[in-house]
């Protein structure tokens, strides 16, 4: 496959994830309001359940495995396959256009909302479907980068390709899971346990391409910048955790405390202490952008902040209330931020105009992430009052403080919804301004 080939694919990917970004934010507008007592009916309920699953799975899962297979896909750019599979990518990116098409239509079948943890789901089959062909997708993906890419060239190569390692047997672990599961369970606690050792081992995927992109945009902002031996050391790290995590999901039962403790205790809080160094290290390495990077140095400082609060508020969560979501909110919008700060710094290189230098791109990482700050504080101060975590008119006859902080929570929400809207405008104009050829890599 030609460079001109490899890169005109990697940019459907962002575009893709761009859709799904846009429309999840969307249906983020009914879940800005729903905790509160006016909107506590059996209607309102129903569609913040359907809003909820939809909304989570495209901004998250479909989000950040579209960003994970367009670093696949420019690595492999220009690269000789060792084996030729005629039109493999091509397929990959239309099993994953039509399953996220499938997933945000799904509420329009029926079926219950349940809300799983990682992968929440809508018991129909357009659902399924959608979801199993998001599953073959990066499966393709992950195919085509290994027969394309085989040999890793440097330490990012190196991550690059852990990345692609980690999500593989990610999916291994949904397969174990399934196999294992006990015939009695089912509901959402069936889908809780099939997709908790997967989901766990994903993360870690997502920290690898995290500071994978950090790494990116600070040496954008800092030509030159050497990452030393921590980034394979960072990488090796993982995959031991990986191959632990798989011996355990095949090993243990799937309903046991110690399976359950193991992927919270060992694979996802010891995981998050590497992209925590790296993020430190980071943080000592930045400078001052040149009028030409300042939405790539507003992406990435946004992007350690969210990350850091998120860390943050983990420590604070007792039982099942509000904090939860506000700790992984704040993780999941650091992610968010870096890919779109990755966003900014390769439109000019799939063809498309430049961006990182006007004024919209510059404050739309701001507006958003402050948004988020809003909304994860709110949900966290609201937590401290035993406001219950994905449960609309959880406030009802609640402390005025509580309403207070839930208030918080929707201004901040709406801030960050406009936030979200602002990424997809800047990216359309690029678009709209884009160059007859992708530039060299």
């Known amino acids: 496959m030609n460079e001109t080939t490899g890169k005109s694919l990697a940019r459907w990917w962002l575009l893709l994830g761009v859709a799904g970004l846009a429309v999840g934010g969307l249906l983020a507008l009914p879940l800005a309001v729903a905790h509160t007592p006016a909107f506590a009916t059996p209607a309102m309920q129903q569609l913040f359940h359907n809003a909820l699953v939809v909304h989570v799975d495209l901004t998250?899962?479909?989000?950040?495995?579209?960003?994970?297979?367009?670093?696949?896909?420019?690595?492999a750019a220009g690269r000789r396959a060792f084996i030729t599979i005629p039109y493999l990518e091509q397929a990959?990116?239309?099993?994953?256009?039509?399953?996220?098409?499938?997933?945000?239509?799904?509420p329009l079948f029926g079926g219950e909302a349940l809300m799983s943890n990682y992968i929440p789901v809508i018991s129909n089959p357009v659902f399924f479907l959608g979801l199993a062909l998001i599953f073959c997708s990066v499966v393709l993906q992950i195919t085509y980068y290994f027969i394309s890419y085989p040999l890793a060239k440097n330490l990012q190569g190196v991550a690059c390709a852990s990345t692609a390692i980690i999500t593989g047997t990610a999916f291994v672990c949904f397969f174990v899971a399934?196999?294992?599961?006990?015939?009695?369970?089912?509901?959402?606690?069936?889908?809780?346990?099939?997709?908790w050792a997967g989901g766990h081992v994903l993360q870690n995927a997502y920290n690898i391409l995290?500071?994978?992109?950090?790494?990116r945009l600070a040496i954008c902002l800092r030509p030159g910048l050497k990452?030393?031996?921590?980034?394979?050391?960072?990488c090796f790290f993982l995959l031991l955790i990986t191959v632990d995590a798989l011996?355990?999901?095949?090993?243990?039962?799937?309903?046991?405390?110690n399976y359950r403790l193991?992927?919270?205790?060992?694979?996802?809080?010891?995981?998050g202490i590497a992209p925590a160094l790296a993020g430190l290290w980071i943080l000592t390495k930045l400078s001052l952008p040149s009028a030409k990077e300042r939405a790539i140095f507003t992406s990435l400082a946004m992007s350690l902040l969210l990350f850091f609060y998120g860390g943050v508020l983990g420590v604070l969560?007792?039982?099942?209330?509000?904090?939860?979501?506000?700790?992984?909110?704040?993780?999941?919008?650091?992610?968010t931020l870096a890919f779109m700060g990755l966003a900014y710094l390769w439109l000019p290189r799939f063809g498309y105009g430049e961006v990182a230098h006007t004024k919209l791109a510059f404050w739309q990482p701001i507006i958003y992430g402050v948004g988020q700050i809003m909304h994860i504080s709110g949900l966290a101060w609201s937590g401290g009052y035993g406001v219950l975590r994905k449960t609309p008119g959880a406030l009802e006859g609640g402390f005025t403080s509580a309403k207070a902080a839930m208030g918080l929570m929707e201004l901040g929400g709406l801030l960050a919804i406009i936030g979200g809207f602002m990424f997809v405008v800047v990216v359309g104009r690029a678009v709209y301004n884009s160059s007859s050829e992708p530039l060299a890599k």
């Open 178 to 195: 399934a196999m294992h599961m006990p015939k009695v369970i089912e509901g959402e606690q069936y889908y809780d346990l099939l997709f």
């Open 210 to 215: 995290l500071v994978l992109t950090w790494l």
């Open 60 to 75: 998250v899962l479909v989000w950040f495995l579209t960003a994970a297979c367009m670093v696949w896909s420019a690595e």
């Open 262 to 271: 193991f992927f919270t205790r060992d694979v996802m809080e010891v995981g």
């Open 92 to 106: 990959a990116l239309g099993a994953m256009g039509a399953g996220a098409a499938l997933l945000a239509v799904s």
């Open 317 to 335: 969560i007792h039982g099942q209330d509000v904090t939860i979501p506000a700790h992984y909110h704040g993780s999941i919008v650091g992610v």
């Open 227 to 234: 990452t030393g031996s921590w980034l394979g050391l960072l």
């Open 247 to 257: 011996i355990v999901a095949v090993r243990d039962d799937v309903t046991s405390q």
